[in-house]
Structure formats: structure tokens, C-alpha cells
């Protein structure tokens, strides 16, 4: 899956402008994900609402493929201007209000933190007996043995998520003697990248590549997986890892974000605070040694603050106040 011809953020002001009259006709409230948006609907007698999910310091991140790294300046430009016709902004990451707040002091009351939340419909701890199903049917997909490790990462494939450190922190793990078996869920421009590492590491047959799946084949494959893992280089909060926890499976994952919000060592997976194949491979051979029980026990108890009951009251209260 290739990048469009067109960035991201002029196809975004493109739509807003083919459907502005009727956005600006109908609605009391606007919620945006993006800064570039608040420009274009400035004009709106609406509310306009904000919710983000990085840090834009992450622009100086030698990782970040936002494409707005080219051209801090202007997206700053962008920013000031913007950040003047926000009602509320929301931010998925503790650092980001802070840094907000620091930058637009006059402003300071305009910003504040929220958690992500995770479908609670969908991703929920499984039955013992569905569990052993969904794990059968994938030791027969895969051919996997009963008692072989199967770790499971879901992400698009990209420069933010450092797959490669994924890869060869589990080829780490291989050498070491391990017998997992990695599923990758998701698709991005790396995907040709990582095939070919793959293939030069001897890790066909190891590590699958499942592309793009639907939240309920998601939540089927973490319900049938006994870790989940995330390499990423810079996140919010992430939904994956909400998800995996969800599903009452641990999680080892790099310290980035506010993930380290989300995992504790010892009791519902493991971080990674050292961003190399070795450090990856520790982790996961850590978190492997626990009892799985408690770890499982352990995991779904800690994804329940996270569920939509708890967390959109505040969003949603916002929403009322922006209305009177």
C-alpha cells in the first residue's frame, strides 16, 4: 500500500471544501483530529473541538514520517493561527498539554488530557473453551504446535511503528531458541521492506504477514495469542495496546507515549526502555517466564478504566457546555 500522490492534509482540506456549506449549515459542535481543519472552518459559527494524538515535537523525530517534518515552520504557522479558533482542545498524550500550555499560555485553560478508550463490544477477555478454539483454528492456519509461543503486532507499517525493530527483535528471540511464531496485522508503505527482511533473516514461516483485518478478526486473533508487542519509535496513547489488554493478553512494548501509563513490568507485560533488538528480545523472554494466568487476570483488569462508560463522560460534557 502506497502513499497517494496528494499528502494527506491537502486531501483532507480538499474534502472540507467540497462538503463546507453543508458542515457549516448543519452543525453546532465540529470535532477535529487535525490542526488544518480549524483554518478551513474558521468562518463556522460552530464550536470547533479538538482532539490530538502526538506530540508535534514529534516532527523533529528522526522516525516521524508526518509529512509536515518538512516544513516545521509552516505547520507551526499553521498552528498559532489555528489554536486561536479551537473551544477545547483534547490531547491523548500527558507531554502534549504541557507543551501546549507552555507555547499558548493565554490559552492554558483551552487544554487538556484525555485517554483513549477501546470498543468494549468487541474486545473482551474470551471463555476458556473460545479461546482453545480460536488457538486451533490458527495452529491449523499456521501450523503451529499446542505449546508454541504465538505473539501477535497490529499497526499500520511505517517509519512510526519501527517495524524493523519488531523483526529483528523477535529474529533475537529466535536465536536465543524460542520457538514463536509472530502474526503482523496492518499494511503501509514498509510492507515490501520488511518482506525482504524477512526473507533475508530466515524468518519465513516464522513471522506472518496478515494485512489489513477487520476490529472483529483483530480481537480473534489477540483472544487466540499469548502476547502482544509493539515496537513503535513515538505514540499517544495507543488503541492496540487498549485492545490487546482488552483481550487479556500482555503486553511488551517500547516506553513511548503514554503507553508506560498503560503497562506496568511485572504485573501486565513488560517495556522496552532501550530501543534495540536486544533489549525487544529481554522483554519478551521476561514477560514469556510469568505465570500466564496472572499476567491474563492481570491484563484485562487494567484495560477496564479504559472503556468508552469511563472516559467519553468528560468528552461528551464538553460537547454540552460548547452548546449553551
Not at 480460536?134 to 505473539?151: A, I, K
Request: aromatic fraction near 8%.
Amino acid at each position: 500500500m502506497q502513499r497517494g500522490g496528494l499528502p494527506l492534509s491537502v486531501r483532507l482540506a480538499l474534502g472540507i471544501l467540497r462538503f463546507r456549506s453543508q458542515v457549516l449549515a448543519h452543525c453546532d459542535v465540529i470535532e477535529v483530529h487535525r490542526m488544518e481543519p480549524a483554518i478551513l472552518l474558521a468562518s463556522s459559527r460552530a464550536r470547533i473541538s479538538a482532539i490530538f494524538h502526538q506530540n508535534m515535537s514529534d516532527l523533529y523525530d528522526s522516525h516521524s514520517d508526518i509529512g509536515w517534518k518538512r516544513f516545521p515552520a509552516l505547520y507551526f504557522a499553521i498552528e498559532r493561527f489555528a489554536v486561536n479558533r479551537l473551544r477545547r482542545v483534547f490531547c491523548v498524550r500527558l507531554d502534549a498539554v504541557h507543551d501546549y500550555v507552555r507555547r499558548y499560555p493565554s490559552a492554558s485553560e483551552k487544554f487538556q488530557f484525555i485517554s483513549t478508550w477501546y470498543d468494549s463490544d468487541v474486545f473482551s477477555p474470551p471463555s476458556e473453551s473460545l479461546r482453545s478454539k480460536l488457538r486451533s483454528d490458527l495452529q491449523q492456519e499456521f501450523r503451529l504446535t499446542p505449546n508454541q509461543p504465538l505473539l501477535i503486532s497490529v499497526g499500520r507499517l511505517d517509519r512510526q511503528k519501527n517495524p524493523e525493530l519488531l523483526v529483528r527483535g523477535f529474529y533475537e528471540l529466535c536465536k536465543r531458541g524460542s520457538g514463536a511464531s509472530l502474526l503482523i496485522v496492518g499494511d503501509g508503505v514498509l510492507r515490501p521492506e520488511l518482506g525482504n527482511l524477512i526473507d533475508q533473516l530466515g524468518l519465513v514461516g516464522r513471522i506472518h504477514l496478515l494485512g489489513v483485518r477487520t476490529a472483529r478478526e483483530i480481537s480473534s486473533l489477540l483472544k487466540a495469542s499469548d502476547l502482544y508487542v509493539m515496537s513503535s519509535a513515538y505514540e499517544g496513547m495507543p488503541i492496540s495496546v487498549l485492545e490487546a489488554l482488552a483481550t487479556g493478553i500482555p503486553v511488551v512494548s517500547t516506553a513511548v507515549g503514554e503507553v508506560p501509563r498503560l503497562v506496568i513490568p511485572g504485573y501486565n507485560g513488560e517495556l522496552v526502555l532501550d530501543h534495540t533488538p536486544s533489549a525487544f528480545c529481554d522483554a519478551i523472554l521476561k514477560c514469556l517466564d510469568h505465570r500466564v494466568e496472572d499476567l491474563i487476570g492481570a491484563a484485562s483488569a487494567s484495560a477496564t478504566s479504559y472503556a468508552p462508560a469511563r472516559v467519553l463522560g468528560q468528552l461528551f460534557q464538553s460537547y454540552r457546555n460548547l452548546c449553551t
